[in-house]
Nanobody, 121 residues
């Protein structure tokens, strides 16, 4: 059974930092692209950042230069370092696994439960 568990959310002041983790089980982690998504109240879910197995990455324009995605294949864990957080970054953050090795060519097939990120102004 594939399981993805996001953690690390919390309350932070604008300008602060948080580090999210996503622990994966039930898969060979380094066979698949994996990414972070977020959904704020009243807004659609959006892709924040993802990483393919060839380590190519995608970042949402609004987070470029502030967020960094990384993965540790030995620990089957995905990370998202979020710096200079803004109130508009507040959302529930989810990690999701892609059906293949590249975020460019595959869709997502498994989602973890989210972790709440709140940014106070």
């Amino acid at each position: 059974e594939v399981q993805l568990q996001a953690s690390g959310g919390g309350l932070v002041q604008a300008g602060g930092s948080l580090s999210l983790s996503c622990a994966a089980s039930g898969i060979t982690f380094d066979d698949y692209a994996i990414g972070w998504f977020r959904q704020a109240p009243g807004k659609e879910c959006e892709g924040v950042s993802c990483i393919s197995r060839d380590e190519s990455t995608y970042y949402l324009d609004s987070v470029k230069g502030r967020f960094t995605i990384s993965s540790d294949n030995n620990k089957n864990t995905l990370y998202l370092q979020m710096n200079v957080l803004k109130p508009e970054d507040a959302a529930v953050y989810y990690c999701a696994k892609y059906h293949g090795s590249s975020w460019e060519f595959y869709g997502m097939d498994y989602w973890g439960k989210g972790t709440q990120v709140t940014v106070s102004s």
